[in-house]
């Protein structure tokens, strides 16, 4: 079992979050990490709402991972790449979504061909959909997901059929082969619904009452779950902090409270990332700090990295998470060495960026083992980069908000970040952007130009004192 969750900032309310058409403050939807659907054509309707269809159509590339349950598997899991992966398997650069499950996660491999049918097939398939789909026919919820990736931008999309797995051995597999451009939609057993189909609304409320019962309980609580599929969705949404939202359909996002008839027979729930201040518990950033620091002494002291056991860490720092490791002397900085996209699981990328920022940061000399007790550590944990639309600089200046975000200035071949914590030393909009500019090797001033890319992202900090980082950062060479 896991480490009890802290009562401590980053573990969410103890209420269910309203349904969707009650939502007040409207949640960052770019945020979506999972979505369960029942049945899963009711994808459709979920839709038309609105904000799905923002997240796939407005959003950057998705990956799409179908979680299903086939009783034929036994206690395996099996990876089926859908089209579009094959065109992404030859990019070095970045792994596809099947090499991640394949090489990173220790899942098998399949084609489409090899896996018997369970699901309603053949005329239930809509003659509409590409010839590509033809082969995935049929596989769990194949029209829904040909329908989906046919609507938004979706790059690559797979299949990951489970027997009997283990469940927690199975959701950490997936915390860590998950990245953060990726959107889990889970599967319910057809036999889940039968023979009436009138409990889909019945299912997803508990599912995510669920979710909050093992939060306030500090449990996983996973066992009463039932579905398979559900209780993965479950235990990653409690591990890795997502919020809840229910759907039902004859809900509608119409603006004006427009009252609605949901059908029980037909439900949805949307699992959001937890917003910076939750990514992690206490405890969390506790452990993420004592990995930090053993890696700090160990590579200062013998050259190399700790052993660590992954299963023995919490759910969320197997997660695929961007950070930034800082290291300060008497609050004066000492070495910020991190990565701006997710690479690698969080307590890895703490672990190495703790070690380069150690040893590699260009501006400084390696740390000295007499040093180790005056060394501070912060970690910063990042959200994903979003491009920043503006048609000015004027309008730039006026969308950037100091404190809050950190800032990508791209320019050519010239790049440069600084995380928000330099905000304290450059309160200055036009002098934070001019100093970015000579961070990346260009003239101040040269963020006016119209050839300019700027992103921004969050990031939550948290450090062994309450002295914050003094300046920008190092960006690590990309492996």
């Not at 990995?291 to 919490?314: I, N, W």
């Not at 990328?349 to 703790?354: D, H, R, Y």
């Not at 994903?384 to 000015?392: A, D, E, I, N, T």
């Not at 006016?448 to 060479?477: I, K």
Request: with cysteine.
């Amino acid at each position: 079992m896991p480490p009890v969750q802290s009562s401590d900032e980053g573990v969410g309310s103890a209420e269910l979050p309203p349904a969707l058409p009650s939502v007040r403050a409207e949640p960052d939807w770019d945020r979506m990490r999972a979505l369960i659907a029942c049945p899963p054509r009711c994808v459709e309707c979920l839709w038309e709402s609105g904000r799905v269809s923002k997240v796939f159509r407005e959003g950057l590339p998705l990956s799409l991972l179908v979680l299903a349950g086939h009783r034929a598997l036994g206690n395996r899991g099996i990876v089926v790449g859908g089209p579009g992966a094959s065109r992404l398997e030859g990019k070095a650069a970045s792994k596809s979504l099947v090499q991640r499950l394949i090489l990173d996660c220790a899942f098998s491999a399949a084609k489409p061909e090899e896996i018997p049918s369970l699901w309603e097939t053949g005329s239930n398939q809509r003659p509409e959909l590409g010839a590509c789909w033809r082969p995935y026919a049929h596989l769990p919820g194949a029209a829904a997901v040909g329908w989906l990736a046919e609507q938004g931008k979706v790059r690559d999309v797979a299949w990951l059929l489970i027997g009997s797995v283990p469940v927690p051995e199975l959701v950490r597999a997936l915390a860590g082969g998950l990245g953060s451009d990726t959107v889990l939609f889970g599967l319910l057993e057809p036999d889940g619904l039968q023979p009436e189909r009138t409990e889909a609304g019945a299912i997803v409320r508990s599912l995510l009452e669920s979710v909050v019962r093992g939060r306030a309980e500090g449990e996983w609580a996973w066992e009463s779950c039932g579905d398979l599929v559900a209780a993965t969705v479950h235990c990653l949404a409690w591990g890795l902090h997502w919020e809840g939202l229910a759907w039902e359909h004859g809900q509608v996002d119409s603006g004006a409270g427009a009252a609605a008839v949901p059908d029980p027979t037909w439900a949805a729930g949307v699992f959001l990332d937890p917003p910076v201040g939750r990514l992690l518990t206490a405890e969390e950033r506790w452990v993420a700090l004592r990995l930090a620091r053993h890696a700090l002494d160990s590579v200062v002291r013998t050259g190399r990295l700790p052993e660590v056991k992954p299963a023995e860490l919490p759910v969320a720092l197997l997660a695929r998470r961007a950070c930034f490791v800082t290291l300060t002397k008497h609050g004066q900085l000492r070495g910020c060495i991190g990565h701006l996209t997710a690479q690698m699981p969080l307590y890895q990328a703490i672990m190495e960026n703790a070690r380069a920022a150690t040893l590699q940061d260009y501006r400084f000399e390696p740390v000295r083992p007499s040093e180790l007790p005056e060394i501070d550590i912060e970690i910063s944990v990042l959200t994903p980069p979003r491009p920043l639309q503006y048609k000015s600089p004027e309008e730039l200046l006026q969308r950037l908000r100091p404190g809050i975000d950190g800032v990508i200035l791209e320019l050519g071949p010239c790049s440069a970040t600084f995380l928000p914590q330099v905000w304290e030393k450059l309160p200055s909009k036009e002098q934070f952007l001019d100093q970015l500019c000579l961070k990346a090797g260009c003239w101040p001033g040269d963020w006016r130009r119209p050839s300019v890319s700027v992103s921004t992202y969050q990031v939550e900090a948290f450090a062994e004192d309450d002295r914050p980082a003094v300046d920008g950062p190092v960006v690590a060479p990309q492996p």
